[in-house]
């Protein structure tokens, strides 16, 4: 028997051309057919026909064929006839679709593929009350799979069910359209199914693990996109190791082809693309991640309202048929409708913005209208017969007012001195379309506000250069429509000289009956670098030596007057021009009631350090002075109410009463007789010390001591001093004087 030869299975690929009269992309009864339109194989995706590339004309029925193809890519173009427009397939453009299941109800969004805004909002089959499992968009037609194997086709203009299929039993994680074709995911086992979008029949099956089993198993989940431009899938695998996250398979052969590294890979739950960027969903964040194709360069992120669980793009606008053929496929039914162009468009200017689509006059791609700048546009439109016959007539297009947000808010100015509260800064003004709009603002920084059209501080709110020579803060202006522009702003903070502050002193208690007191050391604080202070008093009785606050020589505080004293000192700075601080310091009189008296030992009037030792230079010093009175003590013995600060002129009052008499000289000497007699009792020194002072004339001390006079000690003693003060050159007294101290 003579052995066969190994033959190839061959593909066809088969439709019709029509006149869609009525323009709504599906052909009607009594549709005509369209024939010797050029149909053919576009090998290299320019969207023209070029030398050598497969092309047939349509039959006189309108129908089609291109037989004996091998399996693989094509992409099916028409060159539609002068005079038509092509209405299937749609020109979708670029679109994109997201599921937001958990929203009550389910609802499917049509999002701005560019912003993430929301087009429209379409509902989920009447009554589903189960969880979307995928969605996908072929530019015509959107699928929506559930999780109760259910496939519904929707209208993805109104979102009216336009059919629906049970699918085989699987669990389902993922839905893609190419090519003319659905996949969906069973990530539990990592098959992809190949379904007819018509019937959901399953039209073939790869096992991603078994294909993929060189490197490691493939192991995808959670999501499955398509490519339409490379007629390749994208998934998401969990082998990390082996594979860049985000994997790209053929739609083919369910071979892996390369992969692209995303962050975030174990979040994704969809994904889709839309001409040459893929659209990752994550659920966890409410956010659309937008990457190039070939270098999975991060473009942008979209904020949704809620977590995409299926993702449908589509971004082609040539209006091809894009097919992926398997041996022996027949793909039927890849048909193109053209509708004749029944009218043309004049007019007087920028006539070329509108066209008329399915018998509706409208405005071009991209194009729009400005009330501001054109409140009417004069049109003349012409309706030209197959026959060429023309009828024309003008129009008027009223273009109706909307609201237009500001498109700029500026600052004249924006320089602000520091330490001026409530300080102006600048005009604030806005662009906006709408004229005599109303505009509120909203500063970021609360100590700003803008009143009758200057940004200012708000009372009591002042800056400081120190702190900060600049900073930026963001004005909002929102007009009465509720539109907003917002825009940085940057602050200039201006020098000035700054007060001192913190005006302080190292003491605040002060001795009273002391003249000339000091009271402490003055400080303060200065932000200017480099400058100095000077200080002032405004109490007379005080003066300032270099940065020490004391009394004036002659001058004393008196607990009778008061047992606290008031000042306000002032700290003035080198800065030109000048700048003063002021601070009330409270300062404590301190007891001091006997000046003259030794406050350590009464009776040690020449201070004896460091023992304190009484002697009888003690009283000599007392008789001196009664001797010589000078000017210190008045006729009847009076000494001043204050002694001098830091004055070695001797305690002359050891009785404590205000007076330098000879009764002082008494105590000291009755003192040292008593010390001298042993056995009889305390010294009058410790009595002096136990009794309350000034001694007068009924203290008991005072009769102790005149008591003891008679005593023989004490009479050689005082015989010894009346004889020196009696006989004594008073030069020489004072000499014994100097000596002794």
Same mark, same amino acid.
């Given at each position: 028997?003579?052995?066969?030869?190994?033959?190839?299975?061959?593909?066809?690929?088969?439709?019709?051309?029509?006149?869609?009269?009525?323009?709504?992309?599906?052909?009607?009864?009594?549709?005509?057919?369209?024939?010797?339109?050029?149909?053919?194989?576009?090998?290299?995706?320019?969207?023209?026909?070029?030398?050598?590339?497969?092309?047939?004309?349509?039959?006189?029925?309108? @129908?089609?064929?291109?037989?004996?193809?091998?399996?693989?890519?094509?992409?099916?173009?028409?060159?539609?006839?002068?005079?038509?427009?092509?209405?299937?397939?749609?020109?979708?453009?670029?679109?994109?679709?997201?599921?937001?299941?958990?929203?009550?109800?389910?609802?499917? #969004?049509?999002?701005?593929?560019?912003?993430?805004? #929301?087009?429209?909002?379409?509902?989920?089959?009447?009554?589903?009350?189960?969880?979307?499992?995928?969605?996908?968009?072929?530019?015509? @037609?959107?699928?929506?799979?559930?999780?109760?194997?259910?496939?519904?086709?929707?209208?993805?203009?109104?979102?009216?069910?336009?059919?629906?299929?049970?699918?085989?039993?699987?669990?389902?994680?993922?839905?893609?359209?190419?090519?003319?074709?659905?996949?969906?995911?069973?990530?539990?086992?990592?098959?992809?199914?190949?379904?007819?979008?018509?019937?959901?029949?399953?039209?073939?099956?790869?096992?991603?693990?078994?294909?993929?089993?060189?490197?490691?198993?493939?192991? #995808?989940?959670?999501?499955?996109?398509?490519?339409?431009?490379?007629?390749?899938?994208?998934?998401?695998?969990?082998?990390?190791?082996?594979?860049?996250?985000?994997?790209?398979?053929?739609?083919?052969?369910?071979?892996?082809?390369?992969?692209?590294?995303?962050?975030?890979?174990?979040?994704?739950?969809?994904?889709?693309?839309?001409?040459?960027?893929?659209?990752?969903?994550?659920?966890?964040?409410?956010?659309?991640?937008?990457?190039?194709?070939?270098?999975?360069?991060?473009?942008?992120?979209?904020?949704?309202?809620?977590?995409?669980?299926?993702?449908?793009?589509? +971004?082609?606008?040539?209006?091809?048929?894009?097919? @992926?053929?398997?041996?022996?496929?027949?793909?039927?039914?890849?048909?193109?409708?053209?509708?004749?162009?029944?009218?043309?468009?004049?007019?007087?200017?920028?006539?070329?913005?509108?066209?008329?689509?399915?018998?509706?006059?409208?405005?071009?791609?991209?194009?729009?209208?400005?009330?501001?700048?054109?409140?009417?546009?004069?049109?003349?439109?012409?309706?030209?017969?197959?026959?060429?016959?023309?009828?024309?007539?003008?129009?008027?297009?009223?273009?109706?007012?909307?609201?237009?947000?500001?498109?700029?808010?500026?600052?004249?100015?924006?320089?602000?001195?520091?330490?001026?509260? +409530?300080?102006?800064?600048?005009?604030?003004?806005?662009?906006?379309?709408d004229a005599g709009d109303s505009h509120t603002f909203l500063v970021s920084d609360s100590r700003f506000e803008v009143a009758l059209g200057q940004l200012q501080l708000k009372p009591g709110?002042?800056?400081?250069?120190?702190?900060?020579?600049?900073?930026?803060?963001?004005?909002?202006?929102?007009?009465?429509?509720?539109?907003?522009?917002?825009?940085?702003?940057?602050?200039?903070?201006?020098?000035?000289?700054?007060?001192?502050?913190?005006?302080?002193?190292?003491?605040?208690?002060?001795?009273?009956?002391? =003249?000339?007191?000091?009271?402490?050391?003055?400080?303060?604080?200065?932000?200017d670098a480099g400058q100095t202070l000077s200080f002032a008093v405004d109490d007379a009785r005080f003066e300032i030596v270099g940065a020490l606050l004391k009394l004036k020589d002659g001058?004393?505080?008196?607990?009778?007057?008061?047992?606290?004293?008031?000042?306000?000192?002032?700290?003035?700075?080198?800065?030109?021009?000048?700048?003063?601080?002021?601070?009330?310091?409270?300062?404590?009189?301190?007891?001091?009631?006997?000046?003259?008296?030794?406050?350590?030992?009464?009776?040690?009037? %020449?201070?004896?350090?460091?023992?304190?030792?009484?002697?009888?230079?003690?009283?000599?010093?007392?008789?001196?002075?009664?001797?010589?009175?000078?000017?210190?003590?008045?006729?009847?013995?009076?000494?001043?109410?204050?002694?001098?600060?830091?004055?070695?002129?001797?305690?002359?009052?050891?009785?404590?009463?205000?007076?330098?008499? =000879?009764?002082?000289?008494?105590?000291?000497?009755?003192?040292?007789? %008593?010390?001298?007699?042993?056995?009889?009792?305390?010294?009058?020194?410790?009595?002096?010390?136990?009794?309350?002072?000034?001694?007068?004339?009924?203290?008991?001390?005072?009769?102790?001591?005149?008591?003891?006079?008679?005593?023989?000690?004490?009479?050689?003693?005082?015989?010894?001093?009346?004889?020196?003060?009696?006989?004594?050159?008073k030069t020489a007294l004072r000499r014994r004087f100097g000596a002794a101290r």
């Amino acid at each position: 028997m003579e052995s066969l030869e190994k033959r190839q299975l061959l593909a066809s690929i088969s439709g019709l051309v029509w006149n869609d009269t009525n323009g709504n992309a599906s052909r009607g009864a009594g549709e005509p057919a369209l024939p010797g339109v050029v149909v053919y194989l576009d090998a290299n995706d320019n969207g023209s026909r070029d030398a050598g590339e497969t092309f047939t004309s349509a039959a006189a029925d309108g @129908t089609y064929s291109f037989p004996g193809l091998v399996a693989g890519n094509y992409i099916v173009r028409e060159e539609v006839p002068a005079d038509f427009d092509r209405t299937f397939p749609t020109l979708s453009g670029a679109r994109l679709f997201a599921t937001y299941p958990t929203s009550i109800p389910s609802q499917i #969004v049509e999002l701005n593929p560019a912003t993430g805004g #929301v087009v429209r909002t379409l509902p989920t089959p009447a009554g589903l009350a189960s969880i979307l499992t995928g969605l996908a968009f072929d530019g015509q @037609t959107l699928f929506f799979l559930t999780e109760n194997d259910t496939l519904y086709r929707l209208n993805p203009d109104a979102g009216a069910i336009l059919g629906s299929n049970v699918l085989p039993p699987r669990a389902y994680d993922g839905l893609a359209a190419m090519g003319g074709f659905l996949y969906a995911l069973d990530s539990s086992i990592d098959d992809v199914l190949k379904l007819d979008p018509a019937t959901g029949a399953v039209l073939g099956t790869f096992d991603l693990n078994a294909v993929n089993s060189t490197p490691p198993a493939l192991n #995808v989940w959670n999501a499955l996109g398509e490519v339409p431009a490379t007629n390749e899938l994208i998934s998401i695998t969990t082998d990390a190791l082996t594979y860049d996250n985000l994997v790209f398979v053929n739609a083919q052969t369910g071979a892996v082809t390369h992969g692209l590294a995303i962050p975030d890979s174990h979040l994704v739950n969809s994904l889709t693309s839309v001409g040459d960027e893929i659209f990752v969903g994550y659920t966890t964040g409410n956010r659309i991640d937008v990457y190039r194709r070939d270098s999975a360069i991060f473009q942008r992120s979209l904020t949704t309202s809620s977590g995409p669980y299926g993702l449908g793009g589509w +971004g082609d606008t040539s209006g091809a048929h894009r097919l @992926t053929l398997t041996a022996s496929q027949n793909a039927t039914g890849i048909d193109f409708g053209d509708r004749f162009r029944l009218v043309t468009i004049t007019g007087t200017k920028w006539d070329n913005r509108f066209e008329v689509t399915s018998g509706q006059l409208q405005l071009k791609a991209e194009q729009s209208l400005n009330f501001e700048a054109e409140p009417t546009v004069n049109l003349t439109i012409t309706a030209r017969d197959a026959g060429g016959l023309e009828l024309a007539k003008p129009f008027t297009i009223t273009v109706t007012n909307v609201n237009e947000g500001p498109t700029n808010v500026s600052l004249s100015g924006g320089s602000v001195a520091e330490n001026v509260a +409530g300080a102006m800064i600048g005009a604030v003004s806005v662009s906006d379309l709408d004229a005599g709009d109303s505009h509120t603002f909203l500063v970021s920084d609360s100590r700003f506000e803008v009143a009758l059209g200057q940004l200012q501080l708000k009372p009591g709110q002042s800056l400081d250069f120190e702190a900060a020579s600049a900073f930026q803060i963001n004005l909002t202006a929102q007009d009465a429509g509720g539109l907003a522009v917002t825009r940085p702003l940057t602050i200039n903070v201006t020098d000035r000289n700054d007060p001192p502050a913190a005006i302080g002193i190292t003491n605040q208690k002060v001795r009273e009956r002391i =003249s000339g007191e000091a009271v402490g050391a003055l400080s303060a604080t200065d932000q200017d670098a480099g400058q100095t202070l000077s200080f002032a008093v405004d109490d007379a009785r005080f003066e300032i030596v270099g940065a020490l606050l004391k009394l004036k020589d002659g001058q004393y505080l008196d607990q009778t007057l008061g047992l606290t004293v008031t000042i306000t000192v002032t700290a003035t700075d080198s800065g030109t021009p000048p700048t003063a601080g002021t601070q009330a310091i409270t300062i404590d009189v301190q007891a001091n009631p006997h000046p003259w008296q030794n406050s350590t030992e009464p009776l040690d009037t %020449n201070n004896d350090l460091p023992d304190h030792a009484v002697v009888p230079l003690d009283a000599l010093i007392i008789f001196n002075l009664l001797n010589n009175p000078g000017t210190l003590i008045d006729a009847a013995g009076r000494l001043p109410v204050a002694r001098p600060a830091g004055s070695e002129l001797p305690f002359y009052d050891p009785s404590g009463d205000g007076f330098c008499t =000879s009764l002082d000289a008494l105590l000291i000497i009755n003192d040292i007789n %008593n010390r001298q007699l042993e056995g009889e009792g305390e010294s009058l020194q410790s009595r002096i010390a136990a009794a309350p002072v000034p001694l007068d004339s009924e203290s008991p001390i005072l009769h102790a001591a005149e008591s003891q006079a008679s005593s023989p000690d004490l009479e050689l003693v005082l015989s010894a001093i009346a004889e020196d003060i009696a006989f004594a050159p008073k030069t020489a007294l004072r000499r014994r004087f100097g000596a002794a101290r």
